[in-house]
């Protein structure tokens, strides 16, 4: 069973597209992050929701908007496509905000925007 | 700012060699860190992690790590490296609100 699971594992689309990348997971957790990992292997917090709300909101085009229908999930919608949006996108859960809370992540979807 | 720095971008080791990556962190309070490990193609795992306590922690796959105040210091060690630990490393240190901000990566090979 996996544990937190990502749609689709790799992407690629055409500039100017909007696409949206899905994540569920089963492990009964409250809180759930997306992080971007770039062409350099840097893995930077985006978002971050506990409960459905919104708690974390890094520096982040607002082309990029999460939305957390339930609990389980987290899905990220990109609008207008760059071909700086090109990268490995991780979504993560938790059980809290505490910082002893461990993250446990996705297998990833590639993005590529060409 | 908090920020992690692991200096190393590469090591490679040989199988059964012991092992040491090296991270450092700037953080203003007693820092949340932790370790993970992420294969090609897959997501990270959590290796270990330290709060409080006891500075040597014990993770997963006999790594352990010590944190160390005075170098600001918590590197990843191995005693006997196996050929399946060849990944990249991430130390991250956890900021309010259960943010973690990673370092760079450290890319293991292992020659046999």
């Known amino acids: 069973d996996t544990a937190v699971s990502q749609t689709p594992k790799y992407l690629v689309t055409q500039m100017g597209n909007d696409k949206s990348i899905k994540c569920e997971q089963n492990l009964g957790h409250d809180t759930m992050y997306w992080y971007k990992q770039d062409s350099k292997k840097f893995l930077k917090i985006m978002f971050s929701y506990n409960n459905k709300e919104l708690i974390i909101n890094e520096t982040v085009p607002n082309r990029f908007s999460p939305k957390s229908p339930d609990k389980a999930h987290l899905n990220l919608h990109i609008n207008s496509l760059e071909l700086g949006d090109s990268a490995v996108y991780f979504c993560?859960?938790?059980?809290?905000?505490?910082?002893?809370?461990?993250?446990?992540f996705g297998p990833g979807t590639r993005l590529t925007v060409t | 700012a908090q920020s992690v720095t692991q200096p190393d971008i590469h090591i490679t080791v040989s199988e059964g060699a012991s092992l040491e990556l090296r991270c450092n962190y700037s953080?203003?309070?007693?820092?949340?860190l932790f370790w993970y490990v992420q294969s090609p193609g897959q997501g990270l795992q959590l290796l270990l992690k330290?709060?409080?306590?006891?500075?040597l922690v014990q993770g997963i796959k006999g790594f352990e790590a010590e944190f160390k105040r005075s170098q600001s210091s918590f590197n990843l060690r191995k005693p006997s490296v196996h050929w399946s630990d060849a990944a990249e490393y991430f130390c991250a240190v956890g900021k309010y609100g259960n943010k973690l901000v990673f370092g760079a990566g450290t890319i293991l090979r292992v020659k046999s």
């Open positions: 993560a859960s938790s059980q809290g905000q505490v910082l002893s809370g461990e993250q446990y």
């Open positions: 953080y203003g309070a007693t820092p949340y």
């Open positions: 330290y709060f409080s306590g006891d500075t």
